[in-house]
């Protein structure tokens, strides 16, 4: 069964620096996500991608996230000054398209800034 | 503003019986999506069950079923014959805006007892 996966599982890193978090989504599907969950609280969507473009954002996804489709597979979430308080499990997620198709999540991959 | 809320952080149930998992949610949306998640511990995603708002029965797969009251806007998860496998985090989810942004609850410890 075609599922998402996600590198790396876990990515430990120094505040400020960058960090590209990996995502390989279902291969027909068409639209793509990012969550994040810090430990212990919900999951909060950061931002939804379809034909190439964002399609929604939330207020947590500042500028200093993006998000890119370089190729037909991977989909990566970019951090370009890690701060604390991005520590999380980031997952990704993907959706083949039409009301009411679920998403399915990959496995996440958990963030630490020291 | 929309949201999700999922009011029980706890629950146990004895194996073998039927546990409901309240979830309530607030949108001016007319078409909107309901999706339940377990989270076991091991963290990943896990989806359950879908129900769309326009849908007139409620949403069953296997021993998951989705009480969904639209007057009330609640859409409640219902386990029935839990078993030990069942113990994990249960969060409630809404899509809208043509599922491109998604809303979760604040979710529900669920722990079977044998």
């Known amino acids: 069964e075609p599922e998402v996966t996600q590198t790396p599982s876990h990515q430990v890193t120094q505040m400020g620096q960058e960090v590209i978090l990996r995502c390989v989504p279902i291969?027909?599907?068409?639209?793509f996500y990012w969550y994040r969950q810090i430990l212990g609280q919900k999951v909060e969507f950061l931002v939804s991608?379809?034909?190439?473009?964002?399609?929604?954002k939330s207020e947590i996804f500042d500028d200093q996230f993006s998000v890119e489709r370089p190729d037909g597979s991977n989909f990566t979430l970019k951090i370009r000054s890690t701060k604390l308080e991005d520590s999380a499990m980031y997952f990704c997620?993907?959706?083949?398209?039409?009301?009411?198709?679920?998403?399915?999540f990959g496995p996440g991959t958990r963030l630490t800034v020291l | 503003a929309q949201k999700i809320t999922q009011t029980q952080p706890g629950m146990f149930v004895q194996e073998k019986e039927a546990v409901t998992l309240d979830c309530t949610y607030d949108?001016?949306?007319?078409?909107?999506?309901l999706f339940w998640y377990k989270q076991p511990s091991s963290g990943e995603m896990i989806f359950l069950i879908y129900?769309?708002?326009?849908?007139?029965q409620n949403a069953t797969e296997g021993r998951y079923s989705l009480n969904f009251q639209k007057a009330r806007k609640s859409a409640n998860l219902v386990i029935s014959a839990s078993q030990l496998g069942d113990s994990a985090m249960y969060f409630c989810?809404?899509?809208?805006?043509?599922?491109?942004?998604?809303?979760f609850g604040s979710g529900t410890k669920l722990n079977v007892k044998p």
């Open positions: 989810a809404m899509g809208r805006d043509n599922f491109n942004k998604f809303y």
């Open positions: 991608f379809y034909n190439n473009e964002i399609s929604e």
């Open positions: 291969s027909n599907h068409l639209y």
């Open positions: 997620a993907s959706r083949r398209g039409g009301v009411g198709d679920t998403q399915y």
């Open positions: 949108t001016s949306d007319p078409s909107y999506g």
């Open positions: 129900q769309g708002s326009y849908d007139q």
